[in-house]
């Protein structure tokens, strides 16, 4: 999957999964935050086999998703952590998850390598910005659900949103700016990663 996406829990619209304070630090806490403009609230799904994607956040291209210390119980945190470690203490099978479809409409569970039977969820079923993600043991609520949504509709969805706080929701023209600034904010930044990072730009 080439796509970016934001990936918004069924307990809590207009929230998405967000890295804390867009850090890119080992150990950095998953939470939900109300839906903004940064592209650290954007994950590719980049392959890992058999099915298993790695969770990587779009501003930081060396980091992904990873149950801490590959402990398989409710409650373990869900953190950012570097992908591949050159560490042999780190468990590769952390950093990778399935989607399953809960046949709730387009939302799906996240279930861990580790144990299919533990999958990401939104502590308590928490809608407030802050709230954390932790792996627990699936029980299909709908701390469990997640959808995603491209960059594009993100972006728009962002823009409605944007334009009715504001109360200027007739405003085409200003969702229009805010959709293209949003959507180039995304790739921009992505692509300064890259340089960062010494990757090549085709």
């Known amino acids: 999957m080439n796509k970016k996406y934001v990936i918004e829990p069924k307990c809590a619209e207009n929230k998405v999964l967000d890295v804390y304070g867009a850090k890119t630090d080992n150990g950095t806490d998953i939470h939900i935050y109300e839906l903004g403009e940064g592209i650290h609230q954007y994950f590719k799904l980049i392959d890992a086999g058999e099915s298993y994607y790695y969770f990587q956040p779009c501003h930081c291209n060396n980091k992904v998703l990873d149950v801490r ?45 580790l144990n299919n039977n533990y999958c990401l969820d939104v502590k308590y079923g928490g809608n407030s910005n802050g709230t954390k993600i932790w792996l627990y043991q699936k029980n299909e609520s709908d701390a469990q659900k997640f959808r995603f949504i491209d960059s594009l509709k993100a972006s728009i969805k962002y823009a409605e949103k944007y334009s009715k706080e504001n109360n200027k929701i007739q405003d085409i023209n200003l969702i229009l700016q805010i959709v293209w600034i949003f959507v180039a904010n995304v790739y921009m930044q992505e692509a300064l990663e890259k340089i960062i990072y010494g990757i090549k730009i085709l």
């Open 69 to 113: 210390y590959s402990e398989v119980n409710n409650w373990t945190k869900i953190q950012l952590y570097e992908k591949h470690p050159s560490e042999k203490t780190i468990d590769l099978r952390a950093q990778k998850f399935k989607l399953e479809s809960s046949h709730d409409q387009d939302y799906y569970y996240i279930l861990s390598y």
